[in-house]
T-cell receptor, first 113, second 113 residues
Framework: GAGVSQSPSNKVTEKGKDVELRCDPISGHTALYWYRQSLGQGLEFLIYFQGNSAPDKSGLPSDRFSAERTGGSVSTLTIQRTQQEDSAVYLCASSLELGGEQYFGPGTRLTVT | GENVEQHPSTLSVQEGDSAVIKCTYSDSASNYFPWYKQELGKRPQLIIDIRSNVGEKKDQRIAVTLNKTAKHFSLHITETQPEDSAVYFC????????????FGAGTRLAVHP
């Protein structure tokens, strides 16, 4: 079956612009997670959803970052007024239930110029 | 705070040798410890995981050990092959459950023929 998909695969934006990153989890997966991976670094947890609810937003780097999930499926990560330090690969993962094996998407490579 | 330390950051072995990667975590309530393999330009993929009620788990050439008292866990790869070359990430669950994974910084493993 289809895995986790993300779009766009690459995004180049100018500093100060807003961007939206999309994640389509595996069908039926109730939990969804967003991570950020800077070049050569580990995975930084940003936020997770259980259904449409995000109980823990503590990982979001600043108030410029927000995320939502609708219909228990697609999630959107929005970064407002992008900064150069936002440049990274943004990875989405989903799991059948909270705490289950996480399956990662291919990521969105964001470059802020 | 929530922290996972991973060592070494790079590891170079000859084909056929064993490789060991070690991680320590800060939260004694952590109870889920997965390991991910990330090949260059690809998404992380789960290779093995262990839960806190188990001390050791094996899957063919891969094994993971967990010492809850010392708060550390290790990945062991035996009879390494060139295709094992990748970046390996350990992770530990936080927030009292499986809700959030905190990842180590990664180990770049190179297996030389």
């Amino acid at each position: 079956g289809a895995g986790v998909s993300q779009s766009p695969s690459n995004k180049v934006t100018e500093k100060g612009k807003d961007v939206e990153l999309r994640c389509d989890p595996i069908s039926g997966h109730t939990a969804l997670y967003w991570y950020r991976q800077s070049l050569g670094q580990g995975l930084e947890f940003l936020i997770y959803f259980q259904g449409n609810s995000a109980p823990d937003k503590s990982g979001l780097p600043s108030d410029r970052f927000s995320a939502e999930r609708t219909g228990g499926s697609v999630s959107t990560l929005t970064i407002q007024r992008t900064q150069q330090e936002d440049s990274a690969v943004y990875l989405c993962a989903s799991s059948l239930e909270l705490g289950g094996e996480q399956y990662f998407g291919p990521g969105t490579r964001l470059t802020v110029t | 705070g929530e922290n996972v330390e991973q060592h070494p950051s790079t590891l170079s072995v000859q084909e056929g040798d064993s490789a060991v990667i070690k991680c320590t975590y800060s939260d004694s309530a952590s109870n889920y410890f997965p390991w991910y393999k990330q090949e260059l330009g690809k998404r992380p993929q789960l290779i093995i995981d262990i839960r806190s009620n188990v001390g050791e788990k094996k899957d063919q050439r891969i094994a993971v050990t967990l010492n809850k008292t010392a708060k550390h866990f290790s990945l062991h790869i035996t009879e390494t092959q060139p295709e094992d070359s990748a970046v390996y990430f350990c992770a530990a669950s936080f927030s009292g459950g499986y809700n959030k994974l905190i990842f180590g910084a990664g180990t770049r493993l190179a297996v030389h023929p």
